[in-house]
């Protein structure tokens, strides 16, 4: 009788998925999509942090550039503007040269995506900005709605 059954385990077309060795094979197949989709969310979230950094540092970097303009007065006639500004936070320098790279893909294109609040009573202003993350078809499949990355910065308004 016993090796009846084993004629019949060994003809079984699932014959390889009754022996040990299978169970490995059986563990990765069930295991690898799961670690697959979290290690592709793990770079997609440490994606959508790098994207935030890069925003918060142009942001910076053009409310630095506006709190040192020296504003026009009848003796000298001031060379800042805020599409200067503008331009050093999307790329990171003052004149870009041709086909330059945004600091964030799809971020700064138009001049509009940054607002410049004028200085207040306290003599501070902001710089402000939101930006529609781009994400993978990750987030479609699990359902994670558009991310929007909003961020401001506030600088003293110092001149010269």
């Known amino acids: 009788m016993n090796s009846f059954r084993n ?8 014959h390889f998925w009754l022996k040990e060795d299978a169970a490995v094979l059986t563990e990765t197949i069930i295991v690898v999509p799961f670690v697959t989709v979290f290690a592709v969310g793990i770079l997609e979230f440490g994606n959508l942090f790098w994207e935030r950094m890069q925003i918060d540092a142009g942001l910076r970097d053009a409310g630095r550039y506006l709190a040192r303009c020296r504003p026009t007065s009848p003796t000298y ?3 800042c503007s805020e599409a200067t500004a503008k331009l050093i936070a999307f790329y990171g320098t003052q004149i870009p040269a041709e086909g330059a790279v945004l600091r964030v893909p799809g971020w700064g294109p138009t001049l509009a995506d940054i607002t410049v609040n004028a200085v207040g009573a306290d003599g501070t202003f902001t710089i402000q900005t939101a930006h529609l993350y781009q994400a993978s078809p990750l987030f479609g499949w699990l359902g994670i709605d558009a991310i929007t990355i909003s961020a401001s910065h506030e600088e003293r308004y110092m001149g010269w």
């Open 7 to 14: 004629f019949l385990r060994s003809r079984s077309p699932f």
């Open 77 to 79: 006639t001031s060379t």
